[in-house]
């Protein structure tokens, strides 16, 4: 197989709360990626401490650690190696990875308090990461820089409806409606008429038989969640030529009722809001009841800056055969919410661990040489819809790593679905049998993860390239069984609450360092580590995740794939929206 990500391929565009509420469904896993130019392995493992709530609970099963070495394993941690031979999983210490999140968290507690792409955090984060692997590695170190959509909402946006000339109804921010992402602007003194498009608005035909009809550059669509993703929503609108779009909530389910965190089509040139699923349902039976129903919508949108360059960083191996590499990836951005130390400084210290790790490993002459090539990349703007990952792909993860209330999930490469191309489903599934080889062995509990492409490894996957990965959990939540079995199979202290989410703090400003669970983040990191040795040291890893041979990816290194990325962004929006 001829090398196709090399240096010389990369184009350089530009110089370089309370309890998260159940309905709000964000984008991301965080954490490791392991990617092989024929493989690729996410590793999401979420590793945060418990908060001061769950620390709190300990009689009732507390995940704060219990790990306070990591120079020696004790019993509250995974043997590491029989051998005299060093290993890479004996090799990893988790307070090397603690302080990189300290440093994360600094940089982050010096800029607005976040990490998030195109903010000044997430551009000293890299820096951080760049130097630093310079500095402490013989790796060969690049970066690759690319634009992204910017989107940023100034003041407070405000939304009314005149059901009648002497009615009108005005709805509160955050709790009635939340803005979607990518929107454009609108300050609307006269109100626009409102016109309910049936069958969910995933098809034209829908359009056609709007109530009323739709007045092009003047109506204002209502449209309910479901079927398709809001990007694709937010297509079918502007084909139709609407002058806003109001999604709401479809009210299913007790999380699907309150507005939500989402986004519309990039550079979408109508305002759009979410809607809770009350406030929907009301203006449905409104409209129905009279045809004069009409909405005000105003918002201030940041329009002359609406494209910003970010940056992936990636280090190789100088040893190893370049054409079979594997890539290890973590992505490096925050929300705009806090300062994303477990979603996802988790991943990207435990893959600089990794990253040094190893090349020092590969120096020794008692450890055994890869015939493989190792990438370790650090993925920009993931958190705004998988772009860096997305990038490196068409130019050619570990994923959460601590969540206090954590799993040990496995990504299930049998459960791919008919999205997945089926030359990426023998290998997915070899190398979620050796994840779960690394816990049975070391007698741990596992639990099996969605293979659903929500994180960093979706663009690989998408490419034909097998996956699989861990995670501890984000936004799920733990049931009483899985809270029993990891209680009866770990340390005194550490099975978790049953009927709490994984990770409390997913996205919000607590997910600090004291957001991360030591004891699962040295875990998940050791389970990585063992399954890039097992890979990077096999000889013939191209059959051995291929059998029946591996096809030519079709996407083009040369040229930004834009087909290509619509496919990645309409499945990765479509797991996430419905």
Known sequence: MAERYSKANIKETGSVIDRIKANKLYWILIGFTIVLTIIMIAL???????????????????????????????????????????????????????????????????????????????????????DYLNKATNLIVYPEHFPIAQYEM???????????????VTYVYLKDFLDMQYASGADWTDGYPLSVIPNLGCSMTDYDEAYPSIIPGKSVALVKRGDCAFVEKSQRAANASVAGLLIYNDGASSDRIEPMTASVDFYTKFPAFFLSSTVGYFLVDAVNKSENISVRMKITVNETINT???????????????????????????????SGINDNGSGTAGTLVLATTLDKLLQRSDYKEYPNRVRFCFWAAEEVGLRGSTYHVEQWHFDMLGSPNYNFGIYNGSSADESIP?????????????????????????????????????????????????????????????????????PSGQGGIAGMIYDPCYHKECDTVQNIDKYAYEVMVKS????????????????????????????????????????VLAQYHRKTDL
Request: hydrophobic share 30%; net charge negative; aromatic share 6%.
């Open 44 to 130: 999401a493992a979420a590793l945060g401490t418990a908060n001061k709530k769950l620390k709190a609970n300990s009689n009732s099963g507390s995940t704060s650690p219990i790990v306070t070495s990591t120079s020696s394993i004790t019993a509250s941690t995974p043997p590491s190696t029989t051998s005299t031979s060093p290993t890479l999983p004996g090799s990893i210490q988790v307070n090397d990875m603690m302080e990189h999140l300290r440093a994360l968290q600094t940089i982050a507690d010096e800029n607005a308090g976040n990490r998030a792409a195109g903010e000044a955090g997430f551009n000293k984060t890299i820096e951080y990461i760049e």
């Open 154 to 168: 100034i003041g407070t946006p405000t939304l009314s409806v005149d059901l009648n000339p002497s009615d009108t």
């Open 308 to 338: 910003t360059i970010v940056t992936n960083i990636c280090a190789d191996t100088k040893t190893g055969d370049k054409s079979k590499t594997i890539v290890i990836g973590s992505h490096t951005d925050s929300v705009k919410a806090g």
């Open 422 to 490: 089926l030359i990426a489903v023998p290998g997915s599934i070899k190398l979620t049998e050796l994840f779960t080889e690394y816990f049975v062995d070391n007698k741990l509990p596992w639990s099996s993860s969605a293979f659903d492409g929500r994180s960093d490894y979706g663009p690989f996957l998408s490419a034909g390239i097998a996956c699989s990965g861990v995670s501890t959990g984000a936004d799920g939540e733990k049931s009483q069984a899985e809270r029993d079995k990891y209680a009866s199979m770990l």
């Open 528 to 567: 990585a580590a063992y399954v890039l040795e097992s890979i990077g040291q096999n000889a013939d890893l191209v059959t051995w995740l291929y059998p029946s041979g591996q096809s030519e990816p079709t996407y083009k290194n040369e040229e930004f794939n834009e087909s290509f990325e619509k496919s």
